[in-house]
C-alpha cells in the first residue's frame, strides 16, 4: 500500500496532475461530466507528453550509441533513475517520507506566504527527496531528522525555484497563469540572466527569415527532422554501415535507418507540444477551484516542456547549443582535474531547449544561443563536482544530471563537512 501511494500515485506526474484537477473541479462544483472531462483529458495530455518524449528518447539513444560509436567515447554519463534506483535500498523509506511530507509542506508555505506555487513534477520530487536522503546521512542525523530537515528543503526548494523563474516565464507565456517546477531551474535563470546581459530580446527566434524557396523551414518540424537528419547522416558516414545494420537497424539500409530516425525525433517533439496544448488547456482552469478554496491565487508549477510551444525555433537552437557545450566540456573536465562527463542527449535536450527558450525570453537569438550554451556547460560541470559527495555514499560511477541536484547537493555536502 506504502509503494502503491508513493510511487504509483504520487510519483507518477500524470496522476499527481489529474488529481489535482480533479479536486479543483470537485471544489468549482463543476458537473460531474465537466469532473470526468477535465480529469481525464489532464491525465491524457500528460501521457501524450510522455508518449513523445518516448518517442524522442528512443530516437536519442539510437544517435547516443552511434555516437559513442563514431567517436570511441568512454566517460560518466549521469542518469538521476538509475543513481535513485541503486539508492533505494539504503534510503527507500526516507525518501518516501520526505517526498510526502515535502509535498505538504510546499502546500502550506503556498497558503501562507506570498510564493504561491505547487510542484506537480512528481518524479523530480522524488529524485530531489532521495538526493535529500542521501546526502543528509552522511551528517550521522537519525531517520527522523533527516526526514524532518530533507522535507523542509524539498518544501521550500518547490516554492522557491518556481518563483525564481517566473518573471522570465511571464515573458515566454505572456501571462501569470503556469509557471515552471522542474529541478533543472538554476541553469535556466543562469541562461536568462546570460542571455539578459549578451543578447537582444527585439531579435527573436521566431522571428528569423526565410527565403520563399525555403519556406517549408518555417514549420518547426520539418526544420527540426532536417537539422536532426543532418547529424544522424554526419554520424553514419563515420561509424559506416557495418556497424549500423549488424546492431542497430535489423539489416535495414544505414541512411534509411538514420533518416527515418531524424524524422521519428521530430515527430516525438510534435507529440510533446500536442500533449502540453491539450494539458494546459485542462490543467488552468481545473486549478481555478484550488486557488479559489485551499491556494488562494495558486499557480501550478510544471514539467519544463510546458514552455516548449511559445518559441519552437528556440528549442531547436537551445538543444544545440547546449549539446555543443557538452562536447565542449569533455575537453574541459579533465584539465579541471575532474571526471569526464559524457553529453547525455536527453538532458542536453530538454534542458538545453528549455533554456533556449528562457533565453529567447530576454535575450533573443543571441540570447538563446549563448543561455544554453553557459547552461550546458553547467549540465557537465556540475554533475562532475557532485560525484566525489555521491562517491562517499557507495554511489561511484554516476551522478544526477540536471543543475538543480548538483548544486544542492554540493552547498548541503559542504556544509556537513563544515560542521563535522
Given at each position: 500500500m506504502f509503494d502503491l501511494i508513493m510511487k504509483d500515485i504520487l510519483g507518477t506526474p500524470a496522476i499527481l496532475v489529474g488529481l489535482f484537477a480533479l479536486f479543483g473541479l470537485i471544489l468549482q462544483k463543476k458537473?460531474?461530466?465537466?469532473?470526468?472531462?477535465?480529469?481525464?483529458?489532464?491525465?491524457?495530455?500528460?501521457?501524450?507528453?510522455?508518449?513523445?518524449?518516448?518517442?524522442?528518447?528512443g530516437s536519442l539513444d539510437i544517435f547516443g550509441n552511434m555516437f559513442?560509436?563514431?567517436?570511441?567515447?568512454?566517460?560518466?554519463?549521469?542518469?538521476?533513475?538509475?543513481?535513485?534506483?541503486?539508492?533505494?535500498?539504503?534510503?527507500?523509506?526516507e525518501t518516501a517520507m520526505i517526498m510526502l511530507v515535502g509535498m505538504l509542506v510546499n502546500i502550506v508555505i503556498a497558503r501562507y506566504t506570498r510564493f504561491?506555487?505547487?510542484?506537480?513534477?512528481?518524479?523530480?520530487?522524488?529524485?530531489?527527496?532521495?538526493?535529500?536522503?542521501?546526502?543528509?546521512?552522511?551528517?550521522?542525523?537519525?531517520?527522523?531528522?533527516?526526514?524532518?530537515?530533507?522535507?523542509?528543503?524539498?518544501?521550500?526548494?518547490?516554492?522557491?525555484?518556481?518563483a525564481m523563474l517566473q518573471p522570465t516565464v511571464r515573458e515566454i507565456t505572456g501571462s501569470d497563469d503556469i509557471a515552471v517546477g522542474h529541478f533543472g531551474s538554476f541553469g535556466y535563470f543562469v541562461a536568462a540572466k546570460v542571455a539578459k546581459l549578451t543578447g537582444d530580446k527585439t531579435k527573436s527566434t521566431e522571428d528569423v527569415k526565410?527565403?520563399?524557396?525555403?519556406?517549408?523551414?518555417?514549420?518547426?518540424?520539418?526544420?527540426?527532422?532536417?537539422?536532426?537528419?543532418?547529424?544522424?547522416?554526419?554520424v553514419a558516414m563515420v561509424v559506416g554501415p557495418t556497424y549500423i545494420e549488424e546492431?542497430?537497424?535489423?539489416?535495414?539500409?544505414?541512411?534509411?535507418?538514420?533518416?527515418?530516425?531524424?524524422?521519428?525525433?521530430a515527430a516525438g517533439v510534435f507529440i510533446i507540444l500536442a500533449g502540453v496544448?491539450?494539458?494546459?488547456?485542462?490543467?488552468?482552469?481545473?486549478?481555478?477551484?484550488?486557488?479559489?478554496?485551499?491556494?488562494?491565487?495558486?499557480?501550478?508549477?510544471?514539467?519544463?516542456?510546458?514552455?516548449?510551444?511559445?518559441?519552437?525555433?528556440?528549442?531547436?537552437?537551445?538543444?544545440?547549443?547546449?549539446?555543443?557545450?557538452?562536447?565542449?566540456?569533455?575537453?574541459?573536465?579533465?584539465?579541471?582535474?575532474?571526471?569526464?562527463?559524457?553529453?547525455?542527449?536527453?538532458?542536453?535536450?530538454?534542458?538545453?531547449?528549455?533554456?533556449?527558450?528562457?533565453?529567447?525570453?530576454?535575450?533573443?537569438?543571441?540570447?538563446?544561443?549563448i543561455g544554453a550554451f553557459v547552461q550546458?556547460?553547467?549540465?557537465?560541470?556540475?554533475?562532475?563536482m557532485l560525484m566525489p559527495v555521491l562517491g562517499s555514499l557507495g554511489f561511484e560511477g554516476t551522478t544526477f544530471g540536471d543543475s538543480d541536484f548538483g548544486i544542492v547537493g554540493i552547498i548541503i555536502g559542504y556544509i556537513i563537512n563544515l560542521f563535522s
Open positions: 458537473a460531474i461530466t465537466d469532473v470526468v472531462s477535465g480529469t481525464l483529458k489532464t491525465i491524457m495530455g500528460f501521457i501524450i507528453l510522455g508518449a513523445g518524449a518516448a518517442v524522442l528518447v559513442e560509436k563514431a567517436f570511441n567515447i568512454q566517460g560518466v554519463i549521469p542518469n538521476n533513475e538509475a543513481i535513485v534506483a541503486m539508492a533505494q535500498n539504503a534510503f527507500g523509506a504561491k506555487y505547487i510542484f506537480l513534477t512528481g518524479h523530480h520530487t522524488m529524485f530531489m527527496a532521495c538526493l535529500l536522503a542521501a546526502v543528509l546521512s552522511t551528517s550521522g542525523m537519525g531517520s527522523a531528522m533527516i526526514v524532518i530537515v530533507g522535507s523542509i528543503i524539498l518544501g521550500a526548494l518547490m516554492v522557491l525555484l518556481p526565410v527565403p520563399k524557396s525555403l519556406g517549408f523551414l518555417r514549420d518547426s518540424s520539418v526544420a527540426l527532422a532536417l537539422t536532426m537528419a543532418i547529424m544522424f547522416f554526419v546492431n542497430l537497424s535489423d539489416g535495414a539500409n544505414f541512411l534509411v535507418f538514420s533518416l527515418l530516425q531524424a524524422i521519428t525525433f496544448r491539450m494539458l494546459i488547456a485542462e490543467i488552468v482552469p481545473a486549478f481555478k477551484g484550488i486557488a479559489d478554496k485551499v491556494v488562494p491565487n495558486a499557480k501550478p508549477a510544471l514539467d519544463v516542456p510546458i514552455v516548449f510551444p511559445f518559441a519552437p525555433n528556440a528549442v531547436i537552437i537551445g538543444f544545440l547549443s547546449s549539446f555543443a557545450a557538452g562536447l565542449l566540456s569533455m575537453f574541459l573536465l579533465p584539465l579541471a582535474g575532474l571526471a569526464v562527463i559524457v553529453p547525455g542527449l536527453v538532458p542536453h535536450f530538454f534542458c538545453g531547449a528549455a533554456s533556449g527558450v528562457f533565453g529567447n525570453a530576454v535575450g533573443g537569438r543571441r540570447g538563446a544561443i550546458g556547460l553547467l549540465i557537465s560541470f556540475l554533475p562532475a
